[in-house]
């Protein structure tokens, strides 16, 4: 699927619901991407998060859409059906494995917001997933992070902290509130054509 990429390129994974994609995504990929001199990212759209009920979640190809939709004029930016194709629920350190498998010659940064490192240990086999990982925290409001006490494989990413969630999205949609400036215009446009609501 990304054929024609040069050896040992540096991989931004962004695993996420996107339930849906919004501007502080886009925005945390970007400046992790330029503090670590990546070469690409890719939004990875989780079919099920284990710690989430299905009836949450917006279709698995509605989100998929919008995320495309979103980054599709930033070639650097890439969408990802990865975790479709994988047994669920889909665990982050059997994505990880199998990414790594299917890309030997890619060199992955898998990056999570601080809320998500502070409950960590309860992710299925975490320890796993710093030992054989890199991974990148960015900070959500609320959760700060102690950089001198990452372990060895953990970075922080150095960003402003933006505090638009895709509950606060779907919320707002909802409500029938006017939120064009949270989302990227093709995704405003799209959930305002086919009036998508939660």
């Known amino acids: 699927k990304y054929k024609g990429v040069g050896k040992r390129m540096k991989i931004e994974i962004m695993c996420g619901s996107f339930n849906p994609i919004h501007n502080a995504h886009l925005m945390m990929a970007q400046a992790a991407y330029e503090q670590y001199k990546?070469?690409?990212i890719w939004f990875m759209v989780s079919p099920q998060n284990p710690l989430k009920t299905k009836a949450e979640l917006w279709s698995d190809e509605l989100r998929l859409q919008l995320v495309e939709l979103s980054i599709s004029?930033?070639?650097?930016f890439r969408a990802s059906d990865f975790e479709f194709h994988l047994p669920r629920p889909s665990y982050s350190v059997y994505t990880l494995e199998k990414l790594r498998e299917a890309y030997p010659d890619r060199e992955f940064y898998f990056i999570i917001g601080s809320d998500n490192w502070e409950r960590f240990g309860r992710w299925y086999q975490s320890e796993r997933i710093i030992k054989e990982n890199?991974?990148?925290i960015y900070p959500r409001p609320g959760f700060p992070v102690k950089e001198e006490e990452l372990p060895e494989t953990v970075r922080l990413v150095?960003?402003?902290?933006?505090?638009?969630s895709s509950t606060f999205i779907r919320?707002?949609?909802s409500a029938g509130k006017d939120i064009r400036y949270f989302l990227h215009p093709r995704v405003w446009e799209a959930i305002k054509k086919d009036n998508i609501r939660l």
């Open 38 to 40: 990546l070469d690409e």
């Open 158 to 164: 150095h960003s402003p902290v933006f505090e638009i």
């Open 73 to 76: 004029d930033y070639p650097r």
């Open 171 to 173: 919320e707002a949609l």
């Open 134 to 136: 890199q991974l990148l």
